[in-house]
């Protein structure tokens, strides 16, 4: 068996694709998920598509002594962490709920970690961290200056695991990976997101309209400085994000990097608009789809673009796949996932 690696929200969107390629890597993963946004069915279809059974502790990053009986069950070499709410609106309105359990939640599972005998944790950070920026493209050397709480919650993580890093006698190392805006599903259909609550983003969104299940795509604004006029995104297949961590992970536990911690964009460099993507979808379903101009959506920013080099640089990573292969894995996912029922009104149904 491969080196055990501790991956918190491994039945998330994300988190369930990283699961895949570290038991494609050979890594052995042991998934922290309280399945506060996570259906418990994800594992069984992880474990369909890795052939292999999967442990799974069903634990809030936030219980120090649950944490620490998993870390002495499963000694882990490394840390993927995932597990954190991710709702930029809610953030607003809930701001105490997003520091409690995105940043103390990470306080304590580092402090745990690290006491366990630390080894390398790859941390789940996002493009947020910039804030409201309108130089492109945005590469790592630029400020860190988040615009909400959300934003806020994961630069402090990245500040509080940098610290822990340096800190004298330390026997931990950091990486964070600044994802930009994670679209697409796995190919086989198995896995993929599925929202429990109303989703805010584009892709899930247009799902719903093209499933019948919302009537319209409202597109926010076609009066921004970009090439349509519709807002433009650096789109990243949520495969070649979680390859990205595999191959984070193996560099930071052979010891390949040149600082304790370092900060990575997880982007492809290329950008598409809401229409782009809009069109994508339609040739993929081979219909068009509902769509009607709103007024742009508060907090929203024109463009989005990652400077992808130093991850290139730094893992040997760059992305492999496209708009259209993350639209038709989307279309494909949604297909399998109405099949099962998952999407159903009735919410206990299970896949296969
Ligand atoms: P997700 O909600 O699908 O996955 C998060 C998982 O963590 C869920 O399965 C949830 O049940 C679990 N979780 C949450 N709080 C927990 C806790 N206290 N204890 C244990 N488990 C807990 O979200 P995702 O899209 O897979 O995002 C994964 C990570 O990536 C998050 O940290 C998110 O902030 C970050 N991120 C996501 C995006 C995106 O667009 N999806 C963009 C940038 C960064
Ligand atoms: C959102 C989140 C951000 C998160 C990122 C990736 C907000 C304010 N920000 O940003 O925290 O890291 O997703 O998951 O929620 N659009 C429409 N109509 C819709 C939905 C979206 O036109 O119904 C447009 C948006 O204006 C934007 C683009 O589609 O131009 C992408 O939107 P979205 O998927 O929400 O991503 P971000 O805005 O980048």
């Known amino acids: 068996m491969g080196k055990k690696i501790l991956v918190t929200g491994g039945l998330g969107y994300i988190g369930s694709h990283v699961v895949v390629e570290l ?13 506060s946004n996570a259906r418990a069915s994800v594992l069984e279809r992880l474990e369909r598509l890795t052939q292999q059974s999967l442990t799974h502790y069903d634990v809030d990053i ?12 499963t000694p882990c070499a490394g ?18 709920k997003y520091y409690d359990n995105n ?6 599972l580092f402090d745990v970690f690290e006491r366990a005998g630390g080894g390398g944790i790859v941390f789940s950070s996002s493009a947020m961290v910039y804030g409201d920026v309108k130089v492109f493209p945005l590469h790592e ?8 709480p959300y934003g ?12 822990l890093v340096n800190a004298p006698g330390a026997k931990t190392l950091g990486l964070s990976l600044r994802y930009f805006n994670p679209a697409g599903a796995h190919d086989s259909a198995l896995i993929g997101e599925d929202p429990k609550d109303r989703p805010n983003n584009l892709f899930p969104i247009v799902v719903q309209v093209a499933v019948g299940q919302r009537e319209t795509l409202t597109i926010f604004g076609d009066d921004y400085d970009t090439p349509d006029g519709t807002g433009v995104r650096d789109y990243i297949h949520v ?8 191959m984070a ?3 930071l536990l052979n010891g390949g990097f040149e600082q304790r911690f370092t900060a990575l964009n997880l982007g492809t460099g290329t950008a598409y608009s809401v229409r782009e993507v809009v069109s994508a979808f339609e040739r993929e379903m081979g219909q068009p789809l509902p769509q009607t101009l709103g007024a742009r959506r508060s907090g929203d920013v024109a463009t989005l673009l990652a400077d992808p080099r130093a991850a290139a640089q730094a893992i040997g990573w760059t992305a492999q796949r496209d708009l259209p292969d993350m639209v038709r894995d989307t279309w494909r996912w949604a297909g399998a996932a109405r099949q099962w029922g998952l999407w159903d009104d009735d919410d206990s149904a299970a896949a296969p």
């Open 62 to 73: 936030r219980n120090r002594a649950a944490l620490e009986t998993v870390l002495e069950r």
């Open 103 to 108: 940043v103390a939640g990470s306080v304590t």
């Open 141 to 148: 050397g630029m400020p860190v200056q988040p615009n909400n």
């Open 23 to 35: 038991c494609a890597a050979g890594y052995e993963p042991v998934i922290v998920d309280n399945l």
């Open 79 to 96: 840390l993927i962490h995932l597990a954190a709410f991710k709702a930029v609106g809610e953030s607003v309105e809930a701001p105490l």
């Open 152 to 163: 806020s919650t994961k630069a402090m993580m990245e500040q509080i695991l940098a610290d």
């Open 249 to 251: 992970l193996r560099e």
């Open 239 to 246: 495969v070649d994000l979680a390859q990205a961590h595999v």
